[in-house]
């Protein structure tokens, strides 16, 4: 397919939630050594309290079901916040839109806090724990991707410098002790440049400043070589714990 038409149907798709179905074999990422639902799961029968920060359309949160007694979620990207709730109410939880890292629940709330890749404030989330309460947490690395940025001359990651080693340091400043840690770096392909506009579109903190026209230069030349057959190579960078406060 040539450059216009890809470019021209990436930027027409409709994008929303955490639903990356339509990458599928375009862009290709293999998944970290351990699993992230697997970790939620098991402490799934334990709890009557569950809050999923950052729940995008409610994608993950909506495959555990059948859910705890009590179960809510987070959401700061307004578009993502209606499909959220359409999915997630009919199971009886309370989608709450939220304006950065602030939680609008009481304290000690939930005995189980979950967030795969959103940010989160360490004070914010001891104070909505039960005090026997666990966090779960799979964080994107800041050096995702990288190698992407620097195939269109774009500015590093704006959060390159966060890694386990941080998001440690920080939990345990709030009175978190981390019981569990992993990170990894694991290869991922993007194959079409359709796939990268689009992913760009879906992940716009990737490159913040990024614009089709503004990087066309760069945009042409990736794709002339994925069109040669040499798709973009890149790591994702993902991590992982469990913490609970001390």
Known sequence: MDYDTLITEALAAPIGGWDF??????????????SYEEVVRERLPRVRSLLDIGTGGGEFLSSLAPLPVRTAAAEGHPPNV??????????GVEVAAVDGNALPFPDGSFELVVSRHHAYDPDEVLRVLAPHGTLVTQQVGG???AELNEALAAPPHPHRHWDLERAIAGLEKAGFAVTWQAESFIPAWF????????????VPWQAP??????????LRALHERMQ?????????HRFALIACPR
Do not use: K, M, N
């Open 228 to 236: 040669a057959g040499h798709a973009l190579c890149a790591r994702s």
């Open 82 to 91: 209606a499909i959220a709730r359409e999915r997630l109410t009919p199971l």
């Open 191 to 202: 194959r079409d440049i359709g796939a990268v506009v689009q992913f760009l579109r879906v």
């Open 143 to 145: 050096c995702d991707l």
């Open 21 to 34: 179905s339509a990458f599928a074999g375009r862009y290709v990422t293999g998944s970290p050594p351990w």
């Open 209 to 218: 400043d990024f614009d089709v026209r503004r990087y066309e230069s760069a």
